[in-house]
C-alpha cells in the first residue's frame, strides 16, 4: 500500500486494512526498524508544532527489493528513495495521498464502482511502452508548447456497466499563484488552459483510448476553490471536465464521486 501510493501516514494504512489499529503500528514500527520502511526526516518538523501528526511512511531500500522479487512489482514502479524528500514536496504528497486513500475507501463502500490506479489503466500500446506515459505535451492555438504532468491519474469503472472515466488529480495547496499576468508563468490557469487543450485535441483518446475525462482539482480553502472555478469556467473548450472542491468540504470522494459519474462531457 505504501508503494502504491508512495507516502502514507500510519492512519491511513490502518483505515485501508481491517484490523486492530494497534496491531498495524506495531507491524509499521518493526517494518520501518527493519529496513523495509522509511520515515521522512523532514516530517520531524510537524513535531515542534503544536497537535500530533501520525508519522508518514515511505518505501525503504530492504522494501523495495521484496516488492521486486517477491511480490514481482516492475522496477519502474519502485520508490525507495524516501527518506530524504523536502517537507514541501511531503507534504503534497500527503495531500496527494489523502485524496487517494478518501478515493479508495469511497469504491469500498459502494462496490458498483472499481478504483484503477495509474499501472492498472489500460492503455494503448504505444503510450503503455512510453517511459512516463502519463505525462505529455500539447500545443495551443497560438503554437504555444506546454506540458502536461498531473498530480496523479487514476479511473473509475462501473461494475455493472462497464463505462471508464479517467481522472486527472491537481493537488492544490496553494503555493501557486491562480492567474499571472506572464501566461508563460507556471499558474493554476495555465494548468487548466494545458487541459482544455488536451480535450480539445483529442488527446485523452489517443493516448489513453478514454472518451470520458475529468480533471479534479482539490484545493485547501473554498475561497480558493471559488477561484480556481472561475477560471475553468473561462477556458476555451472543456468545461465540463473540470471539478473543484476544498479539503474542508466534508467527505470529498463521495462528493467526487457522484459528479464524476454524473457529469456529462
Same mark, same amino acid.
Given at each position: 500500500m505504501v508503494n502504491r501510493h508512495r507516502f502514507l501516514r500510519s492512519h491511513q494504512i490502518a483505515s485501508l486494512i481491517a484490523g *486492530?489499529?494497534?496491531?498495524? /503500528?506495531?507491524?509499521?514500527?518493526?517494518?520501518?526498524?527493519?529496513?523495509?520502511?522509511?520515515r521522512p526526516v523532514c516530517q520531524l518538523n510537524y513535531y515542534q508544532r503544536p497537535g500530533s501528526k501520525s508519522i508518514a511512511y515511505g518505501v525503504a531500500s530492504r522494501g523495495a527489493t521484496y516488492l521486486r522479487h517477491a511480490d514481482n512489482t516492475p522496477f519502474s514502479r519502485l520508490d525507495w528513495r524516501s527518506g530524504s524528500v523536502k517537507r514541501l514536496f511531503l507534504e503534497h504528497a500527503l495531500m496527494v495521498s489523502d485524496i487517494m486513500v478518501s478515493f479508495e475507501i469511497a469504491c469500498r463502500k459502494r462496490r458498483d464502482v472499481r478504483l484503477l490506479i495509474q499501472h492498472e489503466i489500460p492503455l494503448p500500446d504505444a503510450t503503455r511502452d512510453q517511459r512516463t506515459p502519463f505525462q505529455?505535451?500539447?500545443?495551443? *492555438?497560438?503554437?504555444?508548447? /506546454?506540458?502536461?504532468?498531473?498530480?496523479?491519474v487514476f479511473a473509475l469503472e462501473s461494475n455493472d456497466k462497464g463505462e471508464r472515466i479517467l481522472c486527472f488529480l491537481e493537488a492544490d495547496r496553494g503555493t501557486m499563484p491562480v492567474e499571472r499576468t506572464k501566461h508563460n508563468s507556471s499558474s493554476i490557469a495555465r494548468k487548466l488552459h494545458a487541459y482544455s487543450v488536451t480535450w480539445k485535441n483529442g488527446i485523452h483518446s489517443s493516448r489513453f483510448g478514454a472518451s470520458r475525462v475529468r480533471v479534479i482539482i482539490v484545493t485547501s480553502s473554498e475561497n480558493r476553490c471559488q477561484r480556481i472555478r472561475a477560471v475553468s469556467s473561462s477556458v476555451s473548450s472543456g468545461k465540463g471536465i473540470f471539478l473543484q472542491t476544498c479539503l474542508t468540504s466534508g467527505d470529498l470522494s463521495d462528493f467526487c464521486?457522484?459528479?464524476?459519474?454524473?457529469?456529462r462531457q
Open positions: *486492530s489499529k494497534q496491531q498495524v /503500528l506495531r507491524r509499521l514500527q518493526k517494518l520501518y526498524h527493519h529496513g523495509y520502511l522509511e505529455w505535451m500539447v500545443t495551443d *492555438s497560438g503554437k504555444k508548447k /506546454l506540458s502536461v504532468i498531473p498530480d496523479r464521486l457522484g459528479l464524476i459519474w454524473k457529469a
